[in-house]
């Protein structure tokens, strides 16, 4: 007979999912209504309308996609191409790569703007590769790619592409609840995340909003959309005012959604933030303060993942193996050509404390004098501040 | 400022989602560990082996899509299927219906054998089928309807489907914990199913199972799975002994699905389904002596879902409204062609019990004599013996 469920205790400090919000937690474990339940159709519009907030976006088609992050990619990817149509995707990490697979399975014809592991896609080159495929319809890039830790810079890529005529399509997977994600004031045409990055909620839900550009296209769509499960001209009347049955919502993880959403809300978008700003900017002095190096320069870095770049003769599992063991702390890896050359530390949603930081500073420190590597003293002080030391609960 | 998650209590007695055991609720509050810790991989081996011991197989791909039932049923289709492949389905209610649109969407050339909603698809008309078309390459059916509440059975038809050297794919979303699927036995070569139904646990991932014969035509594929996200090829190398991330499981709905199959396992296969059988058998009888019909003939009835005819001059959407309102019953209406005609009353997982039963009868007797409809007197004594007075938990 196996025993009752009981997972090891871990500060989840990886690039995803992140620790969950206790009232998350006790959301989750709410007793089920039915998917059609007039209480269940008030959550999904109260869920809706946080979802609206947070993406900082008035689009009507705003909803959670019965999936997690992946499904939320693959969803804008069917409803938005047709077979034949050139997509160009900026690939400079690993979800970049994933959408160039997902939009040729779409029936794309894919045109890539490459640029380092490490560093963003420069305007110039969407410029340039809009003048040399003037007839690309939609244009894909990735806001918080969490292979690297870079920051995608958005606004002026949304003008280039606009004054092209194509759609801007962007991954917020791991930006969205952490910075700025800004659809209707960037210009943001279609857009899709997940619930286990800064939003702190279990993984199983993709958020996604379209605008009525994007609305447009997809009504103009000669051919089905290839997927039955994600096919939006059915989910819309699912999530809309007809309420038509389409399939069974992972209602707990509405719940947990919804009541994910509401602590940013009622924290303040604005303050939660500045709370990732904060704090990874202190875990990044603090890793600079140790002589480590960071994989992303400086102005390019997302504040909710950092990489690092593992120094020489440092066994990388050896240290995420003793992080794991000794304190119950997870970081990840590296992935694709970054892996074994750094390592990804996450401070999103709940996992964004001062707390976190400072115990996991001591802790690698002291991990790391394992492995030989001396960090010098007095890294904490030389980066917390009095006015850093603010609780988040 | 919007107010904490304060759904309504319900007792969910449609046709899915059922109640969720206490237990389940609570394995679905557990923190979280990432989704590539070495504790998890080994909850994922859990859950595949009990899995294995519903689904009644030996079956080394068995493992849970991330996503609801609708995804499981689009994961059979996008990975078995390739474009002009034919493929012949059994059509008697609408998730034979909507098999139809998926594997059109996968590019499928669908034989229709259709049957009447409330009937069997006859063995007879199976082979009288593939007589005509003996190029089909896969056969589906709906082993418990859920927008009839038919139990399809399935020996003749495998039989008869491998004589025509095609595979037997089945839909066993709500039959899956409530009635023998018997994978092996009856050689089924690929199955899907939901948590939400007898298994009992939120809605939010599929459990899937496929033998050797469904992974050679796989193997045999010379295009890529159109979906990414479903795309057994990369999954089976997450779950299985590689472990090579794909996408972010849904840890929580894995915790919860875990939990609620060990608590079928504990409880024992046999002693499950028994009471699915017993329990729907008092229904199904109090039913009639309350002098109502059923809308499926006796020896085709699911004991999981009952589907019972609308009385001329009732009311369908009072009476829902009453039980759900005034008794916090939720039951369900019809769908697709019998919409109007019956109501659907679910016994699923934890929804079945003895209690359950009871309170429906006296709650939908009263809700009957609202509506004018005034059933004889004594329906609970005369359906509920001493040898059925056993409580579940």
Same mark, same amino acid.
């Given at each position: 007979?196996?025993?009752?469920?009981?997972?090891? /205790?871990?500060?989840?400090?990886?690039? &995803?999912?992140?620790?969950?919000?206790?009232?998350?937690?006790?959301?989750?474990?709410?007793?089920?209504?039915?998917?059609?339940?007039?209480?269940?159709?008030?959550?999904?519009?109260?869920?809706? +309308?946080?979802?609206?907030?947070?993406?900082?976006?008035?689009?009507?088609?705003?909803?959670?996609?019965?999936?997690?992050?992946?499904?939320?990619?693959?969803?804008?990817?069917?409803?938005?191409?047709?077979?034949?149509?050139?997509?160009?995707?900026?690939?400079?990490?690993?979800?970049?790569?994933?959408?160039?697979?997902?939009?040729?399975?779409?029936?794309?014809?894919?045109?890539?703007?490459?640029?380092?592991?490490?560093?963003?896609?420069?305007?110039?080159?969407?410029?340039?590769?809009?003048?040399?495929?003037?007839?690309?319809?939609?244009?894909?890039?990735?806001?918080?790619?969490?292979?690297?830790?870079?920051?995608?810079?958005? +606004?002026?890529?949304?003008?280039?592409?606009? +004054?092209?005529?194509?759609?801007?399509?962007?991954?917020?997977?791991?930006?969205?609840?952490?910075?700025?994600?800004?659809?209707?004031?960037?210009?943001?045409?279609?857009?899709?995340?997940?619930?286990?990055?800064?939003? /702190?909620?279990?993984?199983?839900?993709?958020?996604?909003?379209?605008?009525?550009?994007?609305?447009?296209?997809?009504?103009?769509?000669?051919?089905?959309?290839?997927?039955?499960?994600?096919?939006? /001209?059915?989910?819309?009347?699912?999530?809309?005012?007809?309420?038509?049955?389409?399939?069974?919502?992972?209602?707990?993880?509405?719940?947990?959604?919804?009541?994910?959403?509401?602590?940013?809300?009622?924290? &303040?978008?604005?303050?939660?933030?500045?709370?990732?700003?904060?704090?990874?900017?202190?875990?990044?002095?603090?890793?600079?303060?140790?002589?480590?190096?960071?994989?992303?320069?400086? &102005?390019?870095?997302?504040?909710?993942?950092?990489?690092?770049?593992?120094?020489?003769?440092?066994?990388?599992?050896?240290?995420?193996?003793?992080?794991?063991?000794?304190?119950?702390?997870?970081?990840?890896?590296?992935? &694709?050509?970054?892996?074994?050359?750094?390592?990804?530390?996450?401070?999103?949603?709940? /996992?964004?404390?001062?707390?976190?930081?400072?115990?996991?500073?001591?802790?690698?420190?002291?991990?790391?004098?394992?492995?030989?590597?001396?960090?010098?003293?007095?890294?904490?002080?030389?980066?917390?501040?009095?006015?850093?030391?603010?609780?988040?609960?």
């Amino acid at each position: 007979m196996l025993s009752e469920l009981k997972p090891p /205790s871990r500060i989840l400090m990886g690039p &995803g999912p992140s620790d969950v919000h206790p009232h998350v937690l006790k959301a989750m474990a709410t007793p089920l209504v039915g998917h059609l339940d007039p209480s269940f159709l008030e959550i999904m519009n109260e869920t809706m +309308q946080l979802m609206r907030i947070v993406f900082e976006t008035e689009n009507r088609l705003t909803v959670a996609m019965s999936g997690t992050g992946s499904a939320g990619m693959e969803t804008v990817f069917v409803n938005l191409v047709e077979p034949g149509d050139k997509v160009m995707i900026g690939v400079n990490g690993l979800f970049g790569t994933r959408m160039v697979d997902v939009a040729e399975r779409c029936g794309a014809e894919v045109v890539q703007v490459k640029g380092e592991w490490g560093d963003i896609i420069y305007p110039e080159q969407i410029e340039e590769a809009l003048k040399a495929h003037p007839d690309t319809v939609i244009v894909a890039v990735v806001h918080a790619e969490t292979s690297t830790g870079v920051l995608q810079p958005l +606004q002026e890529i949304a003008d280039i592409v606009h +004054q092209y005529g194509a759609l801007l399509l962007v991954d917020a997977v791991t930006s969205l609840g952490g910075i700025h994600v800004s659809i209707d004031k960037v210009g943001i045409d279609a857009c899709y995340s997940g619930t286990q990055k800064c939003i /702190s909620a279990p993984p199983g839900l993709s958020p996604v909003t379209f605008n009525e550009r994007a609305l447009e296209k997809m009504a103009r769509r000669k051919s089905k959309v290839q997927s039955w499960y994600l096919d939006l /001209s059915m989910i819309q009347n699912y999530w809309g005012k007809e309420r038509f049955y389409h399939h069974t919502a992972p209602i707990s993880m509405v719940y947990a959604l919804r009541e994910a959403l509401r602590i940013i809300v009622n924290d &303040g978008l604005e303050e939660t933030i500045e709370r990732h700003w904060r704090y990874g900017k202190i875990l990044q002095n603090g890793i600079e303060a140790m002589g480590l190096k960071l994989h992303v320069e400086e &102005g390019k870095r997302l504040p909710e993942l950092t990489s690092i770049v593992i120094p020489e003769g440092v066994d990388d599992l050896a240290v995420r193996k003793n992080l794991l063991n000794q304190y119950g702390i997870e970081i990840g890896g590296g992935l &694709g050509e970054l892996k074994g050359k750094i390592w990804r530390v996450g401070l999103m949603g709940y /996992s964004c404390q001062l707390r976190n930081v400072v115990l996991f500073l001591s802790a690698f420190e002291e991990v790391l004098r394992e492995q030989g590597y001396k960090a010098p003293k007095g890294v904490i002080e030389s980066v917390v501040r009095p006015d850093n030391l603010m609780f988040t609960n």
